[in-house]
T-cell receptor
Framework: AQSVTQPDIHITVSEGASLELRCNYS??????LFWYVQSPGQGLQLLLK??????LVQGIKGFEAEFKRSQSSFNLRKPSVHWSDAAEYFC????????????FGKGTRLSVIA | GAVVSQHPSWVICKSGTSVKIECRSL??????MFWYRQFPKQSLMLMAT?????????EQGVEKDKFLINHASLTLSTLTVTSAHPEDSSFYIC???????????FGPGTRLTVT
C-alpha cells in the first residue's frame, strides 16, 4: 500500500526567501506524485505532477519539484516565496491507474512573514 | 481541463437530519468517483469509492449505513449523511479520474456543519 510522509507540520519563511517542502513516499512500483495547495476553507489546487520522464517538474506559481527515486522523495521548491503562498501544502501519491484514489500526506502549513 | 463540481459548497443542518452532497463531472464521464473527508487542520482521508451502477466500497471504519453513496449516472455521485451528528462536521471533497486515466480532478469541496 502507498503512504506519504511530510515530515514538517509547519514551516515559516520570510517573504523573498527560498522554500523547500519535503515529501517521502512509499510505493512498490513507479509512483504518480502530486503536490496540491489548499487555502483556508478552499478546495485543492494542483501545483504540479510527476508521472515519468524528466525528474525535475515545473508547476504553476513558480513551484518545481524533483523526483528522486533513490531517496523516495518528491520535494517541492520555490526560489522566492510570496506572501500569497501562505497555505497548506499536500503531497500525494497515486498509481499508474487513475481509477485508484490518491493517498495524501498530512500536509505542511506554510506561513510567510515580512 | 476537466471540471468537477460539488453542491452545495456549504451546508448547516441540525443534528439528526440528513443532508445530501452532489458531485458532478461537468465535461467528462466518470465511472468511478472518490469521496474524501477532511477534518479541520488535517489531511484528506478516503471515505469510499463510488462506482457507477454498482455498490460503493467503503474504507475501514466508515459506516456505510450512515454515509450513503449513489452513483446513478456517469456524471453524478451523491453522498448522503444520514442522521447527522456534530462529529460529522467536516469538509467533504470528491474526485474523479480524467478520461486519460492518470489524473484525479477534485471538486471544490462541501463544508458540512451539524449543530
Amino acid at each position: 500500500a502507498q503512504s506519504v510522509t511530510q515530515p514538517d507540520i509547519h514551516i515559516t519563511v520570510s517573504e523573498g526567501a527560498s522554500l523547500e517542502l519535503r515529501c517521502n513516499y512509499s510505493y512498490g512500483a513507479t509512483p504518480y506524485l502530486f503536490w496540491y495547495v489548499q487555502s483556508p476553507g478552499q478546495g485543492l489546487q494542483l501545483l504540479l505532477k510527476y508521472f515519468s520522464g524528466d525528474t525535475l517538474v515545473q508547476g504553476i506559481k513558480g513551484f518545481e519539484a524533483e523526483f528522486k527515486r533513490s531517496q523516495s522523495s518528491f520535494n517541492l521548491r520555490k526560489p522566492s516565496v510570496h506572501w500569497s503562498d501562505a497555505a497548506e501544502y499536500f503531497c500525494a501519491v497515486g498509481t499508474h491507474s487513475g481509477n485508484t484514489p490518491l493517498v495524501f500526506g498530512k500536509g505542511t502549513r506554510l506561513s510567510v512573514i515580512a | 481541463g476537466a471540471v468537477v463540481s460539488q453542491h452545495p459548497s456549504w451546508v448547516i443542518c441540525k443534528s439528526g437530519t440528513s443532508v445530501k452532497i452532489e458531485c458532478r463531472s461537468l465535461d467528462f464521464q466518470a465511472t468511478t468517483m472518490f469521496w474524501y473527508r477532511q477534518f479541520p487542520k488535517q489531511s484528506l482521508m478516503l471515505m469510499a469509492t463510488s462506482n457507477e451502477g454498482s455498490k460503493a466500497t467503503y474504507e475501514q471504519g466508515v459506516e456505510k449505513d450512515k454515509f450513503l453513496i449513489n452513483h446513478a449516472s456517469l456524471t453524478l455521485s451523491t453522498l448522503t449523511v444520514t442522521s447527522a451528528h456534530p462529529e460529522d462536521s467536516s469538509f467533504y471533497i470528491c474526485s474523479a479520474p480524467g478520461t486519460g486515466g492518470d489524473e484525479q480532478y477534485f471538486g471544490p469541496g462541501t463544508r458540512l456543519t451539524v449543530t
